[in-house]
Nanobody, 124 residues
Framework: QVQLVESGGGLVQAGGSLRLSCAASGRTFSVYAMGWFRQAPGKEREFVAAVLWRGDYTYYTDSVKGRFTISRDGAKNTVYLQMNMLKPEDTAVYYC?????????????????WGQGTQVTVSS
């Protein structure tokens, strides 16, 4: 089992920044990739960004490229999502997820474990 705990959400004005953190514990040696997803009210959960647990490969959805940065700290078993130039359409609950095997990491399919989510609200 891998446990994930997100933090760092909140209310920010458009154009502002937030940094989300996701602390992993448990069987972290089994993790292949970590991802961030988000879900707005009435919408499906969508992919935001992902990073390989052992490597520098990152992947972003088009709408956040150039604004969001995903990174990891192996020593702390923590993944971060730095969000800059936030827009009202970024408002959602953000979820951290861990995948133990390969696959299309821009989809929910490979992810075995999920955090509880953290609310991000961007006001206009």
């Amino acid at each position: 089992q891998v446990q994930l705990v997100e933090s760092g959400g909140g209310l920010v004005q458009a154009g502002g920044s937030l940094r989300l953190s996701c602390a992993a514990s448990g069987r972290t040696f089994s993790v292949y990739a970590m991802g961030w997803f988000r879900q707005a009210p009435g919408k499906e959960r969508e992919f935001v960004a992902a990073v390989l647990w052992r490597g520098d490969y990152t992947y972003y959805t088009d709408s956040v490229k150039g604004r969001f940065t995903i990174s990891r700290d192996g020593a702390k078993n923590t993944v971060y999502l730095q969000m800059n130039m936030l827009k009202p359409e970024d408002t959602a609950v953000y979820y951290c997820a861990a995948a133990e095997s390969g696959g299309p990491i821009h989809t929910t399919g490979p992810y075995n474990y999920w955090g509880q989510g953290t609310q991000v609200t961007v006001s206009s």
